[in-house]
């Protein structure tokens, strides 16, 4: 009898711990030939990117106030009432956040001044530590891999302002492209006015059309790796290697890297680079904030669409804010569809829902609007996750056949705004 219980005791238990985080496969097949056809090559005004991604070396003062520079700070405060958790999953202590908020050096805010450049991938983070902070790891959408503290990944090449050092000397506050945060001292080179200006005044520029490709020296060292969404100074185009310039740690340095990891900036948008990006990308693991490496909705936005010109800022809402913007607002399910399917441009729409960001790619051979995107998963009715987790092509109804998906958590229920990219 007590074996009967306890059997009946763990099927629960399985059924519940499925029911809460629950795989949810797409209806779409996951390859680039699922992709609609575009047939007529894009044009894009490259340059406003290439000024966007060098815009920090332009800094001359910092404007902002304090509190607005180290908003990490009190963004991320004990709470004894609601516990912030940390890597061992246990509340954590005031102690550690006493000790992080020292570590920002508040008083040193603008005494480097510097321009920057990072030396390899780094991670971008709103506090001086790398230590991860989750909320309530009990809940579906939280804990592991929503570490709080993740802003943003970085890829090699990447241009910096410094603001000051932490206390400690380990952490550097920068201002990227978008945003401010904190890198790790090690991961970055201070680099003169005349360099940096040398530097973003290069003629000519690769980018790379795949993760984790080797970049190495003449001698075959390993210096870094490619990442799609980076831009580096482009030497020579060889049958089988290119090869470029990045800084390390003795300066400015040659690099080798294999000529089918990148291509010359910027890339035309046609079938055939959207059809090789897709695949490159399609099926990798969800990152938030660039966790690990990885992409969250935006950082997957961002970095497909830089290699052909088109800068997005780092966040799902601002980027839902630039360009022409249309409201979804108001419209059943049908006339949401069928408004994307006349107004939206393939790869130059945006479709927005509350802490998501869509890539809209045209329409599938059954007429149905089509997204490119990376996410989590879709609530459930019992508040926990139908897990896609990563980056996926599907339609807007994906989920809708799942009876533990409540018919407002799909995509295009939630969908409120589409904009389209000039």
């Known amino acids: 009898m007590k074996r009967t219980i306890f059997a009946i005791l763990a099927g629960f238990l399985l059924v519940a711990c499925t029911s809460m985080q629950a795989p949810l496969e797409p209806e779409t097949p996951q390859s680039s030939s699922s992709l609609p056809k575009i047939n007529d090559a894009m044009g894009i005004d490259s340059a406003r990117l290439i000024a966007r991604r060098f815009a920090p070396w332009n800094i001359k003062t910092i404007d902002e106030k304090p509190d607005s520079l180290l908003w990490g700070v009190n963004s ?4 004894a009432k609601k516990p912030w958790y940390g890597a061992n999953l246990k509340p954590l202590k005031p102690e550690f956040f006493a000790r992080l908020a020292k570590n920002v050096a508040r008083d040193d805010i603008g ?6 450049i990072t030396l390899r991938d780094t991670a971008l983070r709103a506090l001086p ?6 909320s309530d790891p009990k809940k579906a959408g939280e804990g592991w891999p929503f570490d709080y503290l993740q802003i943003s990944a970085l890829p090699v090449g990447a ?14 506050l920068v201002r990227d492209d978008d945003v401010w945060g904190w890198v790790k001292a090690s991961d970055i080179l201070e680099l003169s006015e005349s ?3 040398a530097y973003a005044s290069s003629a000519s520029w690769l980018v790379a059309l795949k993760d984790g490709e080797a970049l190495r020296d003449k001698e075959g060292k390993f210096i870094a790796q490619s990442r799609i969404g980076m831009i580096l100074p482009l030497s020579y185009e060889g049958e089988n290697e290119w090869t470029g310039r990045m800084y390390t740690e003795g300066g400015l340095s040659e690099f080798v890297v294999s000529a089918q990891a990148v291509a010359r900036y910027p890339m035309v948008m046609n079938d055939a680079r959207l059809a090789q990006l897709t695949n490159a990308l399609l099926g990798q693991a969800y990152g938030w904030g660039g966790l690990g490496g990885l992409r969250d909705c935006s950082l997957f936005t961002k970095d497909f669409l830089a290699g052909f010109g088109l800068w997005l800022p780092r966040n799902s809402r601002a980027q839902s804010a630039i360009g022409e913007r249309i409201s979804l607002k108001g419209l059943s399910q049908n006339q949401k569809l069928e408004l994307i399917a006349k107004e939206g441009v393939p790869y130059r729409t945006l479709v927005h829902l509350p802490g998501h960001i869509m890539l809209y790619v045209g329409l599938s051979a059954q007429g149905e609007p089509l997204v490119l995107h990376d996410v989590w998963g879709l609530r459930t009715k019992d ?5 896609l987790g990563g980056i996926n092509l599907t339609t807007l109804l994906v989920g809708e056949d799942r009876k533990d998906v409540a018919k407002e958590s799909l995509l295009i229920n939630r969908a409120d705004y589409i904009n389209i990219l000039k």
């Open 195 to 197: 360099e940096a200006h």
């Open 383 to 387: 508040g926990g996750r139908a897990i």
């Open 111 to 116: 005494k480097v001044s510097a321009y920057a």
């Open 129 to 134: 530590s790398a230590a991860p902070l989750f």
């Open 76 to 79: 991320y405060k004990f709470r």
């Open 159 to 172: 241009a910096l302002f410094i603001s000051h050092y932490s206390a400690d000397g380990a952490w550097a």
